[in-house]
């Protein structure tokens, strides 16, 4: 498929896929905070201003992960930043219940152009996805570079040279996105057929539907 | 410039060890099932407090439950409100 599999002694690249790296979850409203005498559960409200180092205990889970810090960073960097792999179901909620291989094809390609939130990972028994997976880019994991270089054992694959330009390119689109309200140019009877759809959409002023024709903008 | 930090100096523990794999998640997809809101008002009386290893632990599983949990509603949710444009057969 759309995989290599590098020799465990080549050198850490952007896209590459490890599985079984732990992804650390923490609640800032339920700090375990790991004291001489106990364990004791605060806000990080009240730890924030203390200005010294607490130990805390936080829920960790392997995961599998694709590397994501570019090739030169990769090289030199102290820590590795990694974005969470699950289960293509799992991150793109439209599949749920997809199985005929032509919504398929249209889910990999085109939704894969309107949601930038994820990059679809074929399934491939060498690499271990027995499932179509998703890098999930709302999900990241961050781990010292030299830990995960002798952990090489746990890389089985990486992206190939076409998937991981691709891969690349989705990175930067994702941190470029800006928020912005898609309805904001329609018209009147535009906007009424995007309510009729999304009611949670808030008109803007030069949109008002009940006080009738637009006003130009000043 | 104002020089503190905060340097939370993690001590990491694995209250949850199925390994990663694609192989489906029959350990998260069990406690979906559970009662979420009877697990949700469990720890809001302990905020301040000290509190057992065994409490401790446990509040951390919940914590990592709950993350996961919120990840596939926010990813159903999107579904809902996305671009609805025809797959058909």
Redesign the interface.
């Known amino acids: 498929m759309i995989y290599e599999y590098p020799e465990q002694s080549a050198p850490l690249r952007q896209g590459d896929i490890f599985?079984?790296?732990?992804r650390?979850?923490?609640?800032l409203?339920?700090v375990?905070l790991?004291e001489t005498y106990?364990?004791?559960?605060?806000?990080w409200a009240?730890?924030?201003?203390?200005?010294?180092?607490?130990?805390?205990?936080?829920?960790?889970?392997?995961?599998?992960a694709i590397v994501a810090t570019q090739d030169c960073d990769t090289v030199h960097s102290r820590d590795i930043t990694l974005c969470e792999i699950r289960?293509f179901r799992?991150?793109?909620?439209?599949s749920?219940d997809?199985a005929?291989p032509?919504?398929w094809k249209?889910?990999i390609t085109?939704?894969a152009r309107?949601?930038q939130?994820w990059f679809y990972l074929p399934?491939d028994e060498r690499v271990?996805?027995?499932?179509k997976?998703a890098v999930?880019f709302?999900?990241t994991l961050r781990v010292p570079r030299a830990d995960l270089e002798s952990l090489r054992s746990l890389r089985t694959g990486r992206l190939n040279l076409i998937a991981d330009e691709h891969f690349r390119e989705r990175i930067a689109e994702f941190f470029r996105r800006y928020p912005y309200d898609e309805w904001y140019p329609l018209n009147k009877e535009e906007l009424e057929a995007y309510l009729a759809?999304?009611p949670d959409a808030k008109a803007f002023p030069w949109q008002s539907i009940a006080s009738g024709p637009e006003k130009a903008p000043r | 410039m104002r020089g503190?930090?905060?340097?939370?100096?993690?001590?990491?523990?694995?209250?949850?060890?199925?390994?990663?794999?694609?192989?489906?998640?029959y350990w998260f997809l069990e406690r979906q099932r559970r009662d979420t809101s009877r697990v949700a008002g469990i720890?809001e009386g302990?905020?301040?407090?000290?509190?057992?290893?065994a409490?401790?632990?446990r509040?951390?599983?919940h914590?990592?439950e709950?993350?996961?949990r919120e990840?596939?509603e926010l990813?159903?949710?999107?579904?809902?409100?996305?671009?609805?444009?025809e797959?058909?057969?």
Do not use: H
């Not at chain 2, 302990?46 to 290893?53: A, D, L, N, T």
């Not at chain 2, 990813?75 to 444009?85: H, N, P, S, T």
């Open positions: 599985l079984g790296l732990p650390i979850d923490i609640s409203e339920k375990l790991a106990g364990e004791r559960i605060a806000k009240e730890l924030a201003g203390q200005n010294r180092p607490v130990n805390i205990i936080v829920p960790v889970r392997p995961v599998a289960e799992d991150v793109e909620g439209k749920k997809t005929a032509k919504k249209n889910i085109q939704q309107i949601n939130k399934p271990g996805f027995r499932d997976m999930d709302l999900v759809e999304y | 503190w930090f905060v340097w939370p100096a993690g001590r990491v523990l694995a209250v949850a060890a199925s390994p990663a794999t694609a192989i489906r998640d720890f302990v905020i301040g407090r000290p509190i057992s290893r409490e401790a632990l509040v951390a599983s914590i990592l709950q993350a996961e990840r596939v990813a159903e949710w999107e579904a809902q409100r996305g671009v609805q444009w797959v058909g057969e």
